[in-house]
């Protein structure tokens, strides 16, 4: 089992910056890509963003690309979003994830899911 709790998130103007972390605990941190998904209300869960186990490997949304940035420290068995220049579009709870395999975008391929954290962007 893996267990991950997500914080960070809030209330922030538009071009305003945020920083989520993920904190886990259970089995090795560094046998699992971690992948961060989003879901507004009334929209289904979406993709963001996801990192290799190793960290050399990331993939982004094309939304997000070139303002969100995913990193994780296996010392302190955490990921990181980095969301800069935020949009009034990026308002939703986000969640952090985890499973074995790198790459995936579905949110049915993630084993773990934490609890999610609120953020909301104001225009």
């Known amino acids: 089992q893996v267990q991950l709790v997500e914080s960070g998130g809030g209330l922030v103007q538009a071009g305003g910056s945020l920083r989520l972390s993920c904190a886990t605990s259970?089995?090795?941190?560094?046998?699992?890509?971690m992948a961060w998904f989003r879901q507004a209300p009334g929209k289904g869960r979406e993709f963001v963003s996801c990192?290799?186990?190793?960290?050399?490997?990331?993939k982004y949304a094309d939304s997000v690309k070139g303002r969100f940035t995913i990193s994780r420290d296996n010392a302190k068995n955490t990921v990181y979003l980095q969301m800069n220049s935020l949009k009034p579009e990026d308002t939703a709870v986000y969640y952090c994830?985890?499973?074995?395999?790198?790459?995936?975008?579905?949110?049915?391929?993630?084993?773990?899911w934490g609890q999610g954290t609120q953020v909301t962007v104001s225009s």
């Open positions: 994830a985890a499973e074995p395999r790198f790459g995936e975008v579905r949110p049915i391929e993630y084993d773990y």
């Open positions: 259970g089995r090795p941190f560094s046998s699992y890509s």
């Open positions: 990192i290799s186990f190793s960290g050399s490997r990331t």
